[in-house]
């Protein structure tokens, strides 16, 4: 059915190409595992990310950690977007993968890397709380 797919192993049974699965594709292979509930959850959390980020970005005291957190969560809510968009063939593909769903080395770090400076511009991380207490 298409709100949820019977088994994921099914899936693998049936022989359907999408392009680049791994990378451009990676919300297409999860609704058609999934079916549209696993999609909707994946969605669902990525705007709990993004609905972080902005609240992280309004903690942050001083201009720059504010555009900091702001800057990288709007950067993986476009990401996600981008790739939503040509997954549901409402615009061209491009190449973007989904943060921490596509495949491949590269684009995993820089996704740890983004969340990393939005988490210090936010000032939520305790290592920056440390920090004030070694320049005591």
Known sequence: TPIKSS???????RQ???PAAQ?????V?????????????VLLLFAGLV???????????ANFPCVL????????????????VSAFALGPIVGVGSPFLALGG???ASTYFTVGAALVGSGDLKAVEARHYLER
């Open 69 to 84: 957190a702001f800057a990288c969560t709007a950067q993986l809510g476009a990401q996600l977007a981008v790739n939503a």
């Open 51 to 61: 609905l972080w980020g902005i609240a992280a970005a309004g903690r942050a005291g």
């Open 29 to 41: 292979s999860i609704a058609q595992i999934w079916g549209m509930l696993g999609l909707f959850l």
């Open 16 to 18: 359907v190409f999408i």
């Open 23 to 27: 990378n451009d594709m990676v919300l």
């Open 7 to 13: 088994a994921a192993s099914d899936v693998y049974k």
């Open 106 to 108: 590269s684009a995993l």
